[in-house]
Nanobody, 125 residues
Framework: QEQLMESGGGPVQAGGSLTLSCAASGRAVSATVMAWFRQGPEKGREAVASIYTRDHRTRYADSVKDRFTISRDNADNTVYLKMNTLKPNDTATYYC??????????????????WGKGTQVTVSS
């Protein structure tokens, strides 16, 4: 059974930091690309960052570049999202996603086959 499980969300004050984790199991450990998406109140799902399994190449949305860092630990099949200098508009449910095939646009939800259930991040001013 393929599965992604997020953890690490919670409330934080503006300017603070959080690290999200995404543990992969089943087919999800074979994902060629892993990504974090987020969906805020009354907003669509937005790509935040991605990392490729083969070369650990990363991509970031402009809104989080230089504040967020995505990384992965292949030994324990976990992907992390380190979030610094958080802002109120970072408030969202954050989802981990895994894509099984090579290719595809990293920022498009359709590139990913497996999704976690999400973890809530709430940034207060």
């Amino acid at each position: 059974q393929e599965q992604l499980m997020e953890s690490g969300g919670g409330p934080v004050q503006a300017g603070g930091s959080l690290t999200l984790s995404c543990a992969a199991s089943g087919r999800a450990v074979s994902a060629t690309v892993m990504a974090w998406f987020r969906q805020g109140p009354e907003k669509g799902r937005e790509a935040v960052a991605s990392i490729y399994t083969r070369d650990h190449r990363t991509r970031y949305a402009d809104s989080v570049k230089d504040r967020f860092t995505i990384s992965r630990d292949n030994a324990d099949n976990t992907v992390y999202l380190k979030m610094n200098t958080l802002k109120p508009n970072d408030t969202a449910t954050y989802y981990c996603a895994g894509g099984l095939a090579y290719g595809g646009f990293w920022e498009r939800p359709g590139t990913y086959d497996i999704w976690g259930k999400g973890t809530q991040v709430t940034v207060s001013s």
